[in-house]
């Protein structure tokens, strides 16, 4: 390998099981010479990624050849991202990357092929705040093959699991003031939860919760299996499919998965809103409702709910996007990843616009899922509960609940991170 050992930058991580003076760690690990010989595989490999990307072979990979590699996996960039991709590995300011600039910046990561690279450069977390509604996460061969993918959806159900019990108060009361409040009894956060405590305890603020953490996992699977068919159904003959294909593909898969898993979402909300002693578990509440309300039941407010797929996962994703490529243009000019911070921001307000998009339609839902269980309700289609709401408490009647639904986010974007991360360490997945 000659002088590339000693050419390696100093920013670089020591490897484990190598001592800072180079020799054999005592602990266990590498020697040197184990570490030479990695070094030297690492190099072929990168050199066959690096001949992949200079599409002209001319020794220099340009931000067209970064872009044409990210439109290859059906991504689409901007002209000032891939820029921003180039000078975070140009270092004498060609806006060219050579061979040498390319060895030094991913000697040392583990990256097999050209996905992983763009993974790395991508960056992308999966974060449930318990209004699952965005398109899935997309998974590599690589990660298919190794069963990378079933670990990190275990990661992101247990995550969801933790951060809805965490919020499951909040997310309570947003039912309760969603069906209960109204123009005449001004029912506001305080008082949703003193009414709720009053009438069945500190531990009833944690009603529907069970059904809520259940369906987690049926959910995530049938949305994966679906979003990866209808990627094979949309794509056709074509090798890669390209953004607004990918949305439509994860709208279809969140409307099959809801579809199928409808009825645990009105067992959720009776649940939710049940009194002390109304139900004795969750197939006590399904049967009632079977016996007395039919099997339609279970599709109450279905048409409202996958309406609102649309809207949500349509502005969540453009506004997270829209506010990583704004930071990334104004604040980052050495790297072209944002950290987690920045992410993590994105995301959430991302998701209280697409939340303030979707919440009538979520509102109508909740109440057609639960007026049949609400003595002298009227029982109203979709548009007539609209016309209902609006003539009695106008546009404000249909933003009734939001307050919590706003006071969750961050708490649960926070414990859904934190938790993800540690069962991702723990069940042994390494990032992309």
Known sequence: MGS??????????????????????????????????????????????????????????????????????????????????LHSMDRDGTMTIDWQEWRDHFLLHSLENMEDVLYFWKHSTVLDI??????????????????????????????GAVSRTGTAPLDRLKVFMQVHSSKTNQLNILGGLRNMIQEGGVHSLWRGNGINVLKIAPESAIKFMAYEQFKRAIRGQQETLHVQERFVAGSLAGATAQTIIYPMEVLKTRLTLRRTGQYKGLLDCAWRIMEREGPRAFYHGYLPNVLGIIPYAGIDLAVYETLKNRWLQQ??????????????????????????????????????QAQASIEGAPQ????????????????????????????KVIPAVSISYVVY????????????
Not at 31 to 53: A, G, K
Not at 421 to 432: C, F, H, I, P, Y
């Open 331 to 368: 604040y980052s000019h050495d790297s072209a990843d944002p950290g987690i911070l920045v992410l993590l921001a994105c995301g959430t307000i991302s998701s209280t616009c697409g939340q303030i998009a979707s919440y009538p339609l979520a509102l109508v839902r909740t109440r057609m």
């Open 380 to 407: 109203l289609s979709m548009l007539g509960l609209f016309r209902h709401i609006l003539s009695q408490e106008g546009i404000p009647g249909l933003y009734r609940g939001i307050a919590p639904n706003f006071m």
């Open 4 to 85: 590339s050992l000693l050419e390696l930058p100093l920013s670089l991580p020591r490897c484990q099981g190598l001592s800072p003076e180079g020799g054999a760690d005592p602990d266990g690990g590498l020697d040197l010479e184990e570490f030479t010989q990695y070094l030297q595989e690492r190099e072929q490999r990168l050199l066959l990624l690096f001949h992949s990307l200079d599409r002209n072979q001319d020794g220099h990979i340009d931000v067209s050849e970064i872009q044409q590699s990210f439109r290859a996996l059906g991504i689409s960039i901007s002209l000032e991202q891939a820029q921003k991709i």
């Open 130 to 159: 318990g209004e699952c509604l965005t398109i899935p996460d997309e998974f590599s061969e690589q990660e298919k093959l190794t069963g990378m993918w079933w670990k990190q959806l275990v990661a992101g159900a247990v995550a």
């Open 421 to 432: 991360e540690n069962m991702k360490q723990a069940l042994g997945v390494t990032s992309r």
